[in-house]
């Protein structure tokens, strides 16, 4: 299955793929990345996914933890935390080909409903081989994109068993715990949720405590557990993320993104855009 699944993935990623090798599907949070070369490092504040690995190799890190995985495993990331990723297999004759779906916590929450109790997990990361039960569900999926009728009508369905037997799965107890309502996960996810939506903005810490339903000094404690960051670093990271992006595919100048972010002063954006990439903007936007 796994096999079958790969070929339709290549197909749909050589055909769709755009200058950033990712190819967007018509199913919401659902893409496939093809690449033709090893890469540099990219810095991210991932949302929690699923990357199913085709072929090629990646290494990933975070915070001191570093985990290296190739076609056949994947790669949860059950809470939004920094990543630090590198392609180190690809290659014009084999390019690097993986399946990305951003958990829908909506749809895991109802799902759970119907499930046992099973004890949470904290691990942000964890990578395994993917189930049978998922490449199966996968591949049912990825095969009607050609076939817009049985996807209006049938995608919605197996989107949702593609979320069933991810929570069924060995990363189902890490997945889980997003969904649980008043677990420390989804707590804090409401808080990052909040983030997200808003990094360019002052965001008192009381008001993200507020939100998660905790004391402050209690959701700082679980922030960092979850995130590995303090809400002000993960708020920062944001914005330098943010503004790499716009500077490098949307050719906008130093000045006018440190301010876009939020930044007040343009040397300190450069200040703390140099130490987060190990680069200064200008140097950065002239080499890329």
Partial sequence: ???????????????????????????????????LHVGELQVAVSKPLIA????????????????????????????????????????????????????????????QAHLPPVQERTASIRIEPFDNEVAAAAYRLVRLFDQQDALAVLGEGLLRELHYWLLRSTHGPAIGALGRVG????????????????????????????????SVSAFHKHFRAITTLSPLQFQKQLRLI?????????????????????????SHFTREYTRMFNTPPGRDKRTL
């Fill in 1 to 35: 299955m796994a096999d079958s699944l790969f070929d339709l993935c290549r197909r749909y990623a050589d055909a769709c793929a755009g200058p950033d090798g990712v190819a967007q599907t018509p199913i919401r949070g659902m893409m496939m990345v093809r690449t």
């Fill in 52 to 111: 199913m690995l085709l072929q090629g190799r990646k290494r990933v890190t975070t915070g001191a933890d570093s985990f290296d995985y190739g076609a056949g495993e994947a790669m949860v990331i059950a809470a939004d935390v920094p990543t630090v990723s590198q392609i180190t297999q690809a290659s014009l004759n084999a390019p690097y080909y993986s399946l990305v779906l951003e958990l829908d916590l909506a749809l895991i929450r109802d799902i």
């Fill in 183 to 214: 677990s420390q996960a989804e707590r804090i996810y409401r808080a990052v949720t909040l983030l997200r939506e808003g990094f360019t903005r002052p965001i008192r810490i009381d008001e993200l405590a507020a939100v998660a339903g905790m």
């Fill in 242 to 266: 943010h503004a790499r992006k716009m500077m490098l595919t949307e050719g906008k100048g130093i000045a006018p993104v440190a301010y876009a972010v939020g930044y007040v002063s343009v």
